[in-house]
């Protein structure tokens, strides 16, 4: 009984958490830069809907989906760099007119298109050979889904670019401290315009996982605050890769134990049950927020937009 | 500024219906008296909440919390009615007071977690509108569903316990929110608390030097933010549905952040900006009735609006030369 639960509970939570992962991840990229981007739960619904408009037109290939997801994402998100890198539009106003822009948009062509509950395959079991047949430890580790294996590389990889490639060590510059990185010749605009507009593919790529993998339909603001919550996520995890995939499997953890608990028979009214991860979002923040002293890890120019030639 | 509306008129057809159907539909709504009707008695609830973010920005606290502080203010209120608390003559003013301090107390949340646990406003305002809004369905779904009709909302609110309506389409809620107005107004513009205000917005580092309260005025406006979200709630309950009912708040959180904006956090200019969304709100209410589009598509035209004005901001600021 404890087995099954235990084993049910762990294999459900990698899927769980593997949008929030990519979500704040692709935000780390594009916050590194200096810019505040409040945009992921507009973005993922533009992930998630023309995921499934691809899937639909397109016969059903969930792979070639994601990635239209991904690329949907990114030119919605080219809007955004606009209004905030090119016209410095206030970055807090900017990124909630822009969710409001994404959720109004896809709810108004998901309904007038009738994409609404179109219910669509989804991504199978990835089984890693005869390694899924192992008890236990199979289902948990080796019988995930494509995208929850290709994770872990897209997390090392955005690492190593960040940190230990000249192209990160610049992007971080841009997001430190501009005025420097400008007068070192670096090219402010464009680095903050690349980092928003690869940051929102992943975005893209967690909403079109929401709607193509994990729920195989769409509905309108079918994201329903996990954009918000990856937002909390970067904090908690104070701008760094490796911290957020640890939170998002904490988060992962957290929503994916709801279900088991209550298929265990245990009867919690289905709205406290809901309010949940929220709840927990907000209970990790606070938890966060005691034990961390470096405040410092923030991105010194976060949220403050590049005006060459004027003096602060 | 016409351009941006033009552009959510023209995305409005091009997405949906020919341009004349749309030509037609927008005097035949302006025209009609039922329909200035309707955009009076929507035009309350958005002043108050505008007035809320316009008071919050003041202080440059964030909060994105409005609808959440709707659900409260509806909920206190709700409850008043429910248990018959107070008699029924003073029971319209104890619903009030009953909605500020709920949605104050809802606020309160965001204010001690911001000031001890370094916890930020933005997403905290945002993650507490999801927990109310679960609470809302908790409730309207349970233990306070219709008894009548098994329909999730409250049974109707007693006569006493609606805001009268003065005249045809003057409702008492749209006197209430003008006296917010002009009390919002003089507290911003004439008190010694609006110019503490101004100054803790400007630079709050030197405010604190220079020996401004700063924590206190940032308490005050805070706290006069969410009490206004509160009434803004329980404005809807008792002047328009006159019960609590699932979905009362949605599309007012925004709003409210819309019209504090475009309004740049001035009252006065806050009433003129409500009637305009108000418009647009009772617009795309006969949109959905007559053509099925979406209400989605009030929310993608402010959004389209907030785009174009923070924009345009940047052409009034500075002026472009193409040198070649």
Not at chain 1, 182 to 203: E, K, Q
Request: proline residues 4%.
């Amino acid at each position: 009984m404890t087995m099954t639960f235990l084993t049910g509970w762990l294999a459900s939570v990698p899927s769980v958490a593997v949008p929030y992962a990519l979500a704040a991840l692709g935000l780390i990229i594009s916050e590194r830069s200096g810019v505040l981007s409040l945009t992921a739960e507009g973005l993922m619904l533009v992930g998630a809907l023309s995921g499934v408009a691809a899937h639909i037109f397109l016969g059903g290939h969930e792979l070639i989906a994601l990635v239209v997801a991904m690329v949907s994402a990114s030119v919605v998100s080219i809007l955004f760099g606009i209004l905030v890198v090119v016209l410095r539009v206030n970055q807090v106003i900017a990124g909630l007119a822009m969710v409001f822009f994404c959720q109004g948009l896809t709810n108004l062509i998901g309904s007038v298109a009738g994409w609404t509950n179109h219910a669509v395959a989804g991504l199978g079991q990835f089984r890693l050979g005869s390694l899924a047949d192992i008890p236990i430890l199979g289902r948990i580790i080796f019988a995930q889904d494509l995208v929850v294996y290709l994770t872990i590389p897209i997390f090392a990889l955005c690492w190593w670019i960040l940190t230990r490639t000249n192209v990160g060590l610049r992007l971080r510059a841009v997001g430190e401290n501009p005025e420097a990185a400008d007068a070192v010749g670096i090219n402010v605009v464009n680095y903050r315009f690349a980092a928003i507009m690869i940051g929102s593919a992943l975005v893209g790529l967690a909403g079109g996982y929401l709607s193509i993998v994990s729920t195989k339909i769409w509905y309108p603001e079918m994201t329903g605050g996990r954009g918000w919550i990856a937002v909390a996520l970067v904090i908690f995890a104070r701008w760094q890769p490796w911290r957020a995939l640890g939170g998002a499997i904490l988060f992962g953890g957290i929503e994916a134990g709801i279900p088991q608990i209550a298929a265990t028979g245990l009867h919690v009214n289905q709205y406290f049950v809901l309010m949940t991860p929220y709840a927990a979002t907000l209970a990790v923040m606070i938890w966060g927020g005691r034990s961390m002293a470096d405040v410092a890890a923030e991105p010194g120019a976060l949220g403050q937009p590049f005006v060459r030639e004027e003096r602060r | 500024v016409a351009s941006l509306l033009a552009s959510g008129i023209i995305l409005a057809a091009a997405g949906v219906s020919p341009q004349a159907l749309l030509l037609e539909l927008i005097p035949e709504t302006l025209g009609n008296s039922q329909s200035l009707q309707s955009i009076l008695i929507e035009v309350a609830p958005l002043i108050m909440v505008g007035l809320s973010a316009s008071l919050a920005f003041k202080v440059r606290f964030w909060n994105l919390g409005i609808e959440g502080q709707m659900i409260w203010g509806g909920i206190a209120a709700t409850a008043i009615s429910l248990h018959h608390v107070g008699p029924p003559s003073l029971r319209l003013p104890l619903m009030l007071a009953a909605a500020a301090f709920a949605a104050a107390s809802w606020i309160g949340i965001s204010v001690v977690l911001k000031a001890r646990y370094r916890v930020d406003e933005i997403i905290s305002t945002l993650l507490l509108n999801y927990i109310a809004i679960n609470f809302l369905h908790y409730l309207v779904f349970g233990p306070w569903v219709n008894p009548v009709d098994g329909m999730p909302h409250t049974s109707q609110y007693a006569e006493y316990e609606r805001l009268p309506q003065l005249a045809p389409g003057l409702d008492a809620s749209l006197l209430i929110a003008m006296l917010f107005v002009v009390g919002a107004a003089w507290l911003v513009h004439l008190s010694r608390a609006g110019g503490y205000m101004r100054f803790v917005h400007a630079n709050r580092r030197m405010a604190q030097f220079v020996g401004v309260p700063v924590a206190g005025v940032t308490l005050l406006a805070v706290f006069l933010s969410g009490a206004l979200s509160g009434i803004a709630g329980y404005s809807i309950c008792a002047a328009t549905e006159g019960r609590l009912t699932e979905g009362f708040y949605g599309g007012y959180g925004f709003s409210g952040v819309l019209i504090a904006f475009l309004a740049g956090n001035r009252p006065i200019a806050v009433t003129l900006v409500a009637v305009f969304v108000a418009t647009l709100f009772v617009l795309g209410q006969s949109l959905q009735i007559f053509y099925q589009i979406p209400f989605a598509i009030v929310q993608l035209v402010q959004a389209i609006v907030v785009i174009f004005v923070a924009a345009s901001e940047f052409w009034i600021r500075h002026r472009v030369r193409w040198s070649s």
